[in-house]
C-alpha cells in the first residue's frame, strides 16, 4: 500500500506562482510512475501531469502546458509547479502512483488550491 500526502495549496491571486508536493510513504524513484490531476469545483476530475519512474519523461496536459511542470525528487517527492496562476486553477489537486495503462492504483487525499481574480 502506498500512501500520498499533497501539500502546498492555499489561497492565492493571479499571476501568482505555486508549488505543490507530493510525498509517498514510500519509495517511488525508479519504481512508480507519478501523476498530478484536478478536479475543479463541478467538474469531473483531468489529468494535468506525469513523469516516468526514472524522471526522464514528463507529460503536461495541453491546457496547461507552459504554466505546468513536473518533477521529482530521487526518492519518494513528486512536484507540480504552477506560473501565472488563473481563477481557472482553481481546484483540488491529486497526486497519484503506479500507473497501468491509462490508470494510476493509488492517489492522495488531494490538496485545495484557490486562485482569485
Known amino acids: 500500500q502506498v500512501r500520498l500526502k499533497e501539500s502546498g495549496g492555499g489561497f492565492l491571486q493571479a499571476g501568482d506562482s505555486l508549488s505543490l508536493s507530493c510525498v509517498a510513504s514510500v519509495r517511488t524513484f525508479l519504481i512508480y510512475d507519478m501523476g498530478w490531476f484536478r478536479q475543479p469545483p463541478g467538474k469531473d476530475r483531468e489529468f494535468v501531469a506525469s513523469?516516468?519512474?526514472?524522471?526522464?519523461?514528463a507529460d503536461v496536459a495541453d491546457s496547461v502546458k507552459g504554466r505546468f511542470s513536473i518533477s521529482r525528487d530521487y526518492v519518494n517527492t513528486t512536484y507540480l509547479e504552477i506560473h501565472n496562476l488563473k481563477p481557472e486553477d482553481t481546484a483540488t489537486y491529486y497526486c497519484?502512483?503506479?500507473?497501468?495503462?491509462?490508470?494510476?492504483?493509488?492517489w492522495g487525499q488531494g490538496a485545495q488550491v484557490t486562485v482569485s481574480s
Open positions: 513523469i516516468t519512474k526514472n524522471g526522464d519523461g
Open positions: 497519484a502512483a503506479d500507473r497501468v495503462g491509462a490508470r494510476f492504483n493509488y
